[in-house]
């Protein structure tokens, strides 16, 4: 089968957006257009993404993080509501939808949980609002966890935050955190678990990355680890082929049930990004790598996105 062939009839899953600071940015700025339907809609069609995880983040630490995520989360229903060609997906019944009639799903989640501040109860909130998957931290610490630039496991706080989500059906996404922090998230967790935008630390060493036994640790649960398009080599060394060596790295040691996309493409936001990875209009390229390096249809669609859409099945209520 032709690489575009394959990549159009695959469902594709990007798990690590920053489209909604853009939004946030946006709006800031004054500017009225709705960019989500004027702007990303079209460049994720043109790339083949069918769904894509969006993630709240915020300037204002700490204080004004509750308001930028409510402000953030608002657009997307009030940007969606003037359009009918993507769904934010809270439900099986809205990604059977999304699948279904090709519309691009949305998945609402969190990098970095400083809106929730010390109020558990506002979690319950936010899952109302549509948040179905969520990082504790960011690379700094805050009242849950510290982030990869620090010491120090989760809080108890941070501990009774992991629980109440994984009984509500919020996805735990261990990209950020540091590595204390990740194997205390082990040992309380039932359900898959995703590293949404994270490589391989043996690949790179960057604070960043996975160890083995992370990545291992990971697919025990049944997860995922979204391939990131940066942190795979020195910056100005950062490629489609050290993307690749990441993804077949990663591929070998997990399986081929526990790799997925997670690009973090931030062109928007100023970043050049990596060299052939520029953004979402590039996916197909890794498509294309993947079936000249011999990987099967079946594996490859996997990697693109059957692995994210199987651990949403399992904690999207009906």
Same mark, same amino acid.
């Given at each position: 089968?032709?690489?575009?062939?394959?990549?159009?009839?695959?469902?594709?899953?990007?798990?690590?957006?920053?489209?909604?600071?853009?939004?946030?940015?946006?709006?800031?700025?004054?500017?009225?257009?709705?960019?989500?339907?004027?702007?990303?809609?079209?460049?994720?069609?043109?790339?083949?993404?069918?769904?894509?995880?969006?993630?709240?983040?915020?300037?204002?630490?700490?204080?004004?993080?509750?308001?930028?995520?409510?402000?953030?989360?608002?657009?997307?229903?009030?940007?969606?509501?003037?359009?009918?060609?993507?769904?934010?997906?809270?439900?099986?019944?809205?990604?059977?939808?999304?699948?279904?009639?090709?519309?691009?799903?949305?998945?609402?989640?969190?990098?970095?949980?400083?809106?929730?501040?010390?109020?558990?109860?506002?979690?319950?909130?936010?899952?109302?609002?549509?948040?179905?998957?969520?990082?504790?931290?960011?690379?700094?610490?805050?009242?849950?966890?510290?982030?990869?630039?620090?010491?120090?496991?989760?809080?108890?706080?941070?501990?009774?935050?992991?629980?109440?989500?994984?009984?509500?059906?919020?996805?735990?996404?261990?990209?950020?955190?540091?590595?204390?922090?990740?194997?205390?998230?082990?040992?309380?967790?039932?359900?898959?678990?995703?590293?949404?935008?994270?490589?391989?630390?043996?690949?790179?060493?960057?604070?960043?990355?996975?160890?083995?036994?992370?990545?291992?640790?990971?697919?025990?649960?049944?997860?995922?680890?979204?391939?990131? &398009? +940066?942190?795979?080599?020195?910056?100005? %060394?950062?490629?489609? /082929?050290? =993307?690749?060596?990441? @993804?077949?790295? #990663? !591929?070998?040691?997990?399986?081929?049930?526990?790799?997925?996309?997670?690009?973090?493409?931030?062109?928007?936001?100023?970043?050049?990004?990596?060299?052939?990875?520029?953004?979402?209009?590039?996916?197909?390229?890794?498509?294309?790598?993947?079936?000249?390096? &011999? +990987?099967?249809?079946?594996?490859?669609? %996997?990697?693109?996105? /059957?692995? =994210?859409?199987?651990? @949403?099945?399992? #904690? !999207?209520?009906?």
């Amino acid at each position: 089968m032709d690489y575009m062939d394959l990549h159009k009839n695959s469902y594709v899953v990007d798990a690590h957006s920053d489209i909604l600071l853009h939004m946030l940015m946006e709006k800031s700025r004054k500017r009225n257009e709705d960019i989500l339907v004027s702007k990303h809609l079209p460049l994720l069609k043109q790339g083949g993404v069918n769904l894509v995880f969006v993630n709240t983040f915020e300037n204002l630490h700490p204080e004004g993080s509750l308001k930028e995520a409510l402000v953030e989360i608002s657009e997307v229903y009030r940007q969606l509501r003037n359009t009918e060609e993507a769904i934010l997906i809270r439900t099986k019944r809205d990604l059977d939808e999304a699948m279904s009639k090709n519309k691009i799903g949305l998945v609402l989640s969190m990098e970095g949980m400083e809106p929730i501040s010390n109020e558990l109860g506002l979690i319950d909130v936010f899952y109302e609002l549509g948040l179905r998957s969520a990082m504790l931290t960011w690379n700094w610490r805050n009242y849950f966890a510290a982030g990869v630039s620090e010491s120090g496991g989760l809080s108890e706080l941070g501990k009774e935050a992991i629980l109440k989500m994984e009984r509500l059906g919020i996805i735990v996404d261990v990209s950020h955190l540091n590595e204390e922090g990740f194997w205390d998230i082990i040992d309380l967790v039932k359900n898959p678990i995703i590293a949404s935008h994270s490589n391989a630390k043996a690949i790179y060493n960057h604070e960043r990355n996975l160890t083995d036994e992370q990545i291992k640790a990971i697919a025990k649960t049944g997860g995922v680890i979204g391939i990131n &398009g +940066y942190f795979t080599e020195d910056k100005e %060394k950062e490629s489609m /082929e050290s =993307f690749m060596k990441h @993804l077949e790295y #990663i !591929l070998e040691l997990a399986g081929e049930d526990h790799v997925g996309l997670g690009f973090d493409f931030n062109e928007y936001l100023g970043s050049k990004g990596t060299k052939d990875l520029e953004d979402c209009t590039k996916i197909p390229i890794v498509t294309k790598e993947l079936l000249n390096r &011999g +990987y099967s249809e079946s594996t490859i669609r %996997k990697v693109l996105g /059957e692995n =994210f859409v199987r651990v @949403l099945k399992n #904690i !999207l209520p009906l």
